[in-house]
T-cell receptor, first 114, second 113 residues
Framework: DAGVIQSPRHEVTEMGQEVTLRCKPISGHDYLFWYRQTMMRGLELLIYFNNNVPIDDSGMPEDRFSAKMPNASFSTLKIQPSEPRDSAVYFC????????????FGEGSWLTVV | GNSVTQMEGPVTLSEEAFLTINCTYTATGYPSLFWYVQYPGEGLQLLLKATKADDKGSNKGFEATYRKETTSFHLEKGSVQVSDSAVYFCALSESGGSYIPTFGRGTSLIVHP
């Protein structure tokens, strides 16, 4: 059974460029999460979806960040324009239900903005 | 609100040493408790979980007991290996509601041969 699939695994981009990170959750999972991990801040929840609907985006750092989930099997996190301080590992995760259940993480997208 | 507090790392041990990573939590209800592990270059994966008080979760030689009276879920292993070097995250998730999971800051473990 395939896990959460993220792409790209690694991306290096120049400041000001648009970055799009992609995620395919585990089939049948109703919840999808986007996290950001840095040394300074640890693991931060950016946004989560339930049945393709954004429920809480209060963790999105600013308007340069946006996330969509057009269908149950695909989500994107977009940064436009990117800045060096956006350099981090971005994880997508999914879960069948939200209460008391395991979260399944992808392997992450390692973003470097130069 | 809910919160999870973990001991700060890094924790540095020699192979075959005993490991304890402390985790305490604050929750409004009756949460399930988790330990996730992140190996270098990978995403987090579930290590073990416990869903009610006095339950013991175990996996790969690691154990943690859900202690409601002390609101703790400490991770232990009797004899660590170099391959256990990773970052360990304690987490909680409330049951019976729409509560998103809460993660601790993570504790880095380094095991030397």
């Amino acid at each position: 059974d395939a896990g959460v699939i993220q792409s790209p695994r690694h991306e290096v981009t120049e400041m000001g460029q648009e970055v799009t990170l992609r995620c395919k959750p585990i089939s049948g999972h109703d919840y999808l999460f986007w996290y950001r991990q840095t040394m300074m801040r640890g693991l931060e929840l950016l946004i989560y979806f339930n049945n393709n609907v954004p429920i809480d985006d209060s963790g999105m750092p600013e308007d340069r960040f946006s996330a969509k989930m057009p269908n149950a099997s695909f989500s994107t996190l977009k940064i436009q324009p990117s800045e060096p301080r956006d350099s981090a590992v971005y994880f997508c995760a999914s879960s069948p239900v939200i209460s008391g259940n395991t979260i399944y993480f992808g392997e992450g997208s390692w973003l470097t903005v130069v | 609100g809910n919160s999870v507090t973990q001991m700060e790392g890094p924790v540095t041990l020699s192979e075959e040493a005993f490991l304890t990573i402390n985790c305490t939590y604050t929750a409004t209800g009756y949460p399930s408790l988790f330990w996730y592990v992140q190996y270098p270059g990978e995403g987090l994966q579930l290590l073990l979980k416990a869903t009610k008080a006095d339950d013991k979760g175990s996996n790969k030689g690691f154990e943690a007991t859900y202690r409601k009276e002390t609101t703790s879920f400490h991770l232990e292993k009797g004899s660590v290996q170099v391959s256990d070097s990773a970052v360990y995250f304690c987490a909680l998730s409330e049951s019976g509601g729409s509560y998103i999971p809460t993660f601790g800051r993570g504790t880095s473990l380094i095991v030397h041969p």
